[in-house]
């Protein structure tokens, strides 16, 4: 019943059609890229970090591009990461009974709003971090758990190889040895050399094929923004993020009148505090926020709120509690297809591409796009590496030293997009330091759009 609930309320607006999203657009680039044979950082400037790229890459192979198989797949990522938290909640006793509460919490939360159905790195490492969970609250003993330990700093470096910034759930790890490992010293260093493991491998490789400093450039130096630039009016977010943060601060206050309990569960209920302020801290060092970016604090939410609906208020007041969360999820999430966006005010724009595209008649082509808008790789793929604007400064922000104009002549050596859209008006500055390349591009009909003609 868990689960029809979830798919009855997610999958209808997945198959009715989301509109099409810039972040998505972008994964199926960096996807379709890497299946046509070119390396993430070497051959793709962008900061999307190695292990979300493999996933994208996966997608790519088996489906193309397909928002339905995109969506399709954080739907059940989101449904696994719900069944392993919970089942992890059971066996380990951190209730005095068992149920599926946090479960259900989880998977209604994590229904808010469309941003939640994105494969978003941030969700695919989300997952590693909750499998991470059971290893962390070892009690170890010398000797008989040390594989336990390694294994959970192994899955948090997972989860940092598909987001970065989930690394400071080594936080939350270094707590759990703190509160359940014997030898604390010991045990953290074991768990350490899980984290550090999956890292070795891809420097070895990266070191191998001479792409190290690429790999350092975009994936370990990039995501460190802390400069918040909201997705979502500040208001509007407070709107949507209403519901979750109620149902939060209701848990926490519940958790104060808490009957005795286990030495082990008052200690879980510490690192899950922990954990929550950890996600928090997450939040702070990405330089977009929506919706969607609070996917990291779900856990916390799932457990804490089975305090609240297993507390001694009345049942009726409890069922209530419920249905309002029940139907705010519904109202916030389908208030487009009810008609229900003039009242219920949540601008969501930024986070969608143009509605027709960009592109025009451009389709089907090659195109290289200088400037942030990537609603013009809609209908067409991408040539060259510079698929981050940001990122591709390194060449077409440098056109005054000669390596960088070097670099530049390279690249577009080895490929050559029919159509350059100019956002940052330097083509005239192209043409006079590379004509080789550049003097074959043609202004066309729209503003901007340079043609290949020769």
Known sequence: MLVLLFLAIRLPLIFLGIPATASELLYMLVGERMGDGFAMYRDIYDTTAPLSAFVYWTIDVIAGRSYLSYRLTATFLLLFQAVMLNLTLNRHQVYAGKGYIPALLYLLMGSLTFEFD???????????????????????????????????????????LSYLPLALFLLVAAFGVVLFASNTFRSF??????????????????LYTNTA???????????????????????????ALALPAGLLL???ISTTSLPQRLVFQGKFQQLMTVWLVVSIVVLITRNELSVGSFVIIL?????????????????????????????????????QPLGLASFVKIDDSQLLLPKGGASGTVRGSSVLVLGDDLSYYEHNKLATPYLNWQLSQRHFGRLDEYQAVYDLYQNFRLESPEYIVDQAGLMPQLKHKLPSVFEGYEPTQTAAVYRKAR
């Open 189 to 206: 260093l074991l768990m350490l050399c899980g984290f550090a493991f999956p890292y070795a491998v891809l420097v070895t490789y990266y």
């Open 250 to 252: 209701l848990s926490l």
């Open 118 to 160: 994105m494969l978003t790195p941030l969700l695919i490492g989300n997952t590693f971090v909750i499998l991470s969970l059971p290893y962390i609250i070892t009690i170890s003993r010398e000797g008989f758990e040390n594989n336990r330990l390694f294994v959970g700093g192994f899955m948090v470096g997972l989860a940092a």
């Open 213 to 239: 400093s690429y790999f350092a450039e975009m994936h370990l130096l990039q995501p460190w923004q802390f400069g918040i630039n909201p997705l979502v009016p500040p208001a509007h977010l407070a709107l």
């Open 299 to 335: 856990p916390p939410i799932a457990y804490f709120g089975e305090f609240l609906f297993t507390s001694r208020m009345k049942k009726w007041i409890l069922n209530l509690m419920f249905f309002i969360l029940l139907g705010g999820v519904l109202l916030i999430r389908y208030r």
